[in-house]
């Protein structure tokens, strides 16, 4: 059964039992008002007749004339009964007979109010000069039955349209209730493996639905970001093995076009043998960046200058007219200063890829590397006089797959500044970077 179904089955179900509980009470208040109404009634009655017929001696002729007038509006000959002490009908019609234990109870008690046979009854003692009377005054029953059936043909039809309307009101609310979980139900069966960035609605309800929502909202945002990072990680690994596969494969090419003695051979197999532990490592490194594996590995010390030799040694190999020049500014004192604690196979990838932006997109300018000390901490600035990004694209160059508007003419595939920036971020290192269009762009990264 659905949740929509249920609750309003319970809303129906609960008001239907109140509103039948409300209708006992109105039937039961309302009888016993009208019981009530009843006896008052012939209470009344009795002391008139008990006047009227026994005190005519005593009252004045306009005094009595005002009994009699209440006599005959009130009393008709059918609704009362005077009984002498010896228990006879002395005024009144004996239709209906009255116990003797009763009348006795009523000279005992004063007043009785009782039921007997058809009729509601109502019986005083009345002591007057010629002696001591029973007076009692009845109302046929059919009075009362009928009021309480009407009211009977009142409730019946409402109660039975006050639960139709319950029930479809409770429809109605259950449908407004739960329609922001079909709305939430509908986006979520439009999400895709392919579409995994979208975010449901929130609902703003301040209740458990929102906090639901905003849960499954940021466990979808979390999802997304490990599906991107896999689809990342193959294009990742292309780039980074499309070089040293490229070198590979020109060296094999080369070394097959003649003969060679066992000891060239030998220097090939060390050689590939090298590369491929590179790659191997390359990868490794690639895995734990894409959170792919934890990295359990202790990060060893890196020179960095040294590493800046060998990053520009593998660019020349691949852009021979590079032209990067190197300044550092680090004093013998604090040489020091040059060992980092950051695992050298990220930061190989890291910096080659940002050197060989900076080459590939200023292929006429000089490229500037610098190695400084700034508040006793160390500093690498990268910076060229190429073309530029604008203001507008710079906070989006993160971005895998990003290129700005102006790098159309220079083959690229908007993956490895993104890489690089990527493990500055998973290493903790900050940095800087502007940049103006036509004016070139500057990296500094900061060793802290």
């Known amino acids: 059964m659905k949740v929509k179904t249920r609750l309003s089955l319970f809303c129906s179900l609960i008001f239907s039992i109140v509103f039948a509980i409300l209708s006992f009470l109105i039937y039961g208040l309302y009888y016993k008002n009208t019981e009530n109404t009843i006896y008052n009634n012939l209470k009344k009655t009795a002391y008139i007749s008990a006047l009227f017929y026994l005190e005519e001696d005593e009252l004045s002729a306009k005094e009595f004339d005002k009994i009699r007038a209440q006599f005959e509006e009130v009393v008709s000959d059918s609704s009362y009964q005077v009984y002498g002490m010896d228990n006879k009908v002395a005024y009144g019609t004996e239709s209906v007979s009255i116990p003797i234990s009763m009348l006795d109870k009523i000279r005992q008690n004063n007043s009785l109010s009782f039921k007997t046979g058809e009729y509601i009854c109502y019986g005083i003692f009345y002591k007057d000069n010629q002696g001591d009377f029973v007076v009692i005054a009845k109302e046929n029953r059919s009075v009362l039955d009928t009021q309480l059936n009407l009211l009977l043909w009142i409730l019946v039809p409402l109660f039975l349209t006050g639960v139709l309307a319950i029930v479809l009101l409770s429809r109605w609310v259950a449908n407004i209730a739960y329609r922001p979980f079909s709305e939430a139900i509908a986006e979520v ?58 070198s590979m494969l020109g060296n094999i090419d080369l070394f097959s076009i003649k003969d060679r003695s066992s000891d060239e051979y030998k220097q090939l197999s060390e050689k590939l043998m090298q590369q491929i532990f590179q790659m191997e490592e390359i990868l490794d490194t690639l895995i734990i960046i894409s959170d792919l594996k934890k990295d359990e590995r202790e990060a060893a010390q890196t020179r960095i200058d040294e590493l800046i030799w060998e990053i520009i040694h593998k660019i020349k190999d691949i852009h021979p007219s590079a032209k990067v020049l190197v300044n550092i500014e680090i004093s013998p004192e604090d040489e020091a200063l040059m060992l980092v604690n950051i695992d050298h196979t990220q930061l190989l990838i890291s910096l080659y890829n940002l050197i060989e932006n900076a080459v590939k997109y200023s292929p006429k300018e000089n490229v500037k590397v610098y190695l400084y000390k700034n508040n006793d901490d160390l500093c690498l600035s990268i910076e060229d006089r190429g073309i530029g990004i604008s203001a507008e694209q710079l906070p989006h160059i993160g971005k895998p797959f990003f290129r700005a508007d102006n790098t159309d003419e220079i083959q690229g595939s908007g993956i490895g500044l993104s890489l690089a920036l990527r493990i500055l971020d998973k290493n903790n290192i900050r940095y800087q970077i502007e940049s103006v269009i036509d004016v070139g762009t500057k990296i500094t990264i900061f060793f802290i």
């Open 189 to 246: 069966n439009n999400i895709s493996t392919n579409n995994l960035d979208v975010q449901i609605k929130s609902p703003q309800t301040k209740d458990e639905l929102q906090d639901l929502i905003d849960t499954f909202n940021s466990l979808l945002t979390k999802i997304s970001e490990t599906v991107v990072v896999q689809k990342n990680f193959v294009r990742y690994v292309f780039h980074e093995f499309k070089t040293p596969l490229a």
